[in-house]
């Protein structure tokens, strides 16, 4: 009978440590161009209520809230054209629906 190593095992083998290394350092290095440090002071219970609604960490949270934001600034810009632009549109023709 042939024994595995076991999975704590397998995974501490020189090679597999630099294979991930290596993409741990690349997926790292990409995350950080795109990306700006920040320190803020914010209030400790918003932040853990937070974090539990979206079951994520302290920075995929931050990340969703600030991108709430902007959909709520794109929002507010659209409905406040609301009512301000003719459009003269045939729903059935831009739908491409044979009338009945």
Do not use: C, F
């Amino acid at each position: 009978m042939i024994k595995l190593p076991s999975r704590t095992t397998r995974w501490r083998s020189p090679l597999r440590r630099r294979v991930l290394t290596v993409i741990m350092m690349s997926v790292s290095i990409e995350n950080m161009t795109n990306a700006k440090r920040i320190t803020a002071n914010r209030p400790k219970d918003l932040l853990e209520e937070a974090m539990k609604t979206t079951d994520k960490g302290i920075t995929e949270t931050l990340v969703e809230g600030l991108r709430l934001v902007r959909r709520q600034s794109a929002y507010e810009k659209a409905m406040a054209l609301r009512g301000k632009i003719k459009l003269d549109i045939d729903l059935e023709t831009s739908r491409e629906r044979h009338r009945r």
